[in-house]
């Protein structure tokens, strides 16, 4: 089948090694799974395949049930493409490089199986009762538990339950990582996890930084010229820090002295714009803060917050989630002792010309539910120009195309 393999499309679907010593290969799509038009010959054959209600199958178990190997190999790419399973190439000792299909994993088969007619009451109870049975041990996925009541197909359902269970164990167990570790940890795959399970969370207010899952390594990016010390040891140079560094948590909570000719704190959203301003050398320490920040995150922060006590400045995107993160990032400065403001937040950069995009109806929501908080002056301003202009800016806007100005406050 070394044709076969040459007739996928390197666009839809990615190559990865896999195996002790990364000699067989995945063939995982790129895409969600896509509906596809099939012949009746095609669909008969899927329907046998999927017959068998089993989620990964040897390849050779698939050829049998169909009389024509050519036809199943041209309806296992037509899958794969679309997004309908994963392929596992197996290459023999001596023919190293030269893959044949072993495996056949199947993606939303509850789906696949609705789409060509098989019948599926039966999984679909199994799965709503696993839901029922679930109650999760941290109250912030209380809706995740609640969202049976979704009309969602049971392959979704399934999926969600692993999701959220790994999510509740991972909270419980106190875990810190990127995405791709969390996506091993609760799908058994580290690619498994991706945007829709993110805008599925995102519904139900789960912020995945804040539940300590990033999409960049996990650990805090900082910039200044400062001299960094731990048990009266050198822990890190000023020269060092100045170029900015990505550094562990448990190694900024080890600081008990600092020293050097830093003036003031400036904490921003972007990581683009961390660059920017780590590139301008001023006498400022910069942190970039990854979103909702995890609690590693904001007690290493804190702590170092708390050496200094100096003026902090904080700049994040000019949206109802920016305005959020600024407000926590405020009162962690204001627990150590520093007094903050916000940074470039203005209401005046709320334009087109700054790359202004409309707001969301849950934009919406949640600028409803600021306003009726009390904010500083400049977040205040900014709330009700959103919801009068209908407009949100990213913050990357404003500093990356003008970074000459971006030493302005």
């Not at 044709?3 to 996928?8: K, Q």
């Not at 419980?172 to 791709?180: D, F, K």
């Not at 805090?220 to 050198?234: C, E, K, N, R, W």
Request: hydrophobic share 45%; with cysteine.
């Amino acid at each position: 089948m070394s044709s076969w393999l040459a007739r996928i499309s390197p666009e839809l679907v990615e190559r990865l090694p896999i195996g002790a010593r990364g000699h067989h290969l995945l063939l995982q799509p790129t895409l969600a799974p896509t509906p596809l038009l099939l012949p009746q010959t095609d669909q008969a054959l899927l329907q046998r395949w999927l017959a068998l209600r089993v989620m990964r199958q040897r390849w050779t178990t698939l050829v049998a049930q169909s009389g024509d190997p050519t036809q199943a190999e041209d309806l296992l790419r037509r899958l794969l493409e679309c997004g309908w399973c994963e392929v596992e190439l197996h290459a023999e000792p001596d023919r190293l490089g030269q893959w044949e299909p072993f495996w056949v994993n199947w993606r939303e088969v509850y789906q696949l199986r609705s789409l060509i007619g098989l019948p599926d009451a039966d999984a679909r109870d199994e799965v709503v009762q696993l839901w029922r049975g679930w109650q999760p041990q941290n109250p912030q996925l209380q809706g995740l538990a609640d969202s049976l009541t979704q009309r969602v197909q049971s392959s979704t359902l399934e999926r969600r339950l692993k999701i959220a269970q790994g999510l509740d164990n991972w909270l419980t167990a106190g875990l810190w990582g990127t995405e791709r570790q969390f996506s091993q940890y609760a799908l058994g795959r580290s690619k498994a996890f991706g945007e829709a399970d993110r805008r599925w969370l995102a519904e139900f207010g789960i912020a995945l930084e804040s539940c300590g899952i990033s999409r960049h390594t996990p650990h805090v990016f900082l910039s200044g010229a400062l001299t960094l010390y731990a048990a009266g040891q050198p822990l890190l140079s000023a020269a060092l820090l100045q170029s900015g560094l990505a550094l562990a948590p448990e190694a900024l909570l080890q600081v008990d002295a600092v020293r050097g000719a830093v003036q003031m704190v400036r904490i921003v959203e972007n990581l683009s714009v961390f660059e920017v301003l780590t590139r301008q050398a001023e006498p400022v320490l910069t942190i970039w803060v990854p979103g909702y920040p995890h609690r590693r995150w904001l007690d290493a922060v804190g702590h170092v917050l708390a050496l200094l006590r100096l003026p902090v400045q904080v700049a994040c995107d000019l949206d109802p989630s920016g305005v959020a993160i600024a407000l926590q990032v405020g009162e962690l400065a204001g627990k150590a002792g520093c007094a903050w403001q916000p940074w470039r937040m203005q209401a005046d950069d709320l334009t087109l010309a700054c790359g202004g995009q409309p707001l969301s109806a849950d934009d919406q929501q949640a600028l409803a539910r600021l306003a009726g908080r009390s904010l500083p002056p400049m977040l205040a301003d900014l709330v009700a120009a959103m919801l009068e202009r209908q407009l949100k800016v990213e913050q990357e806007a404003l500093f990356i195309a003008h970074a000459g100005d971006a030493t302005t406050s």
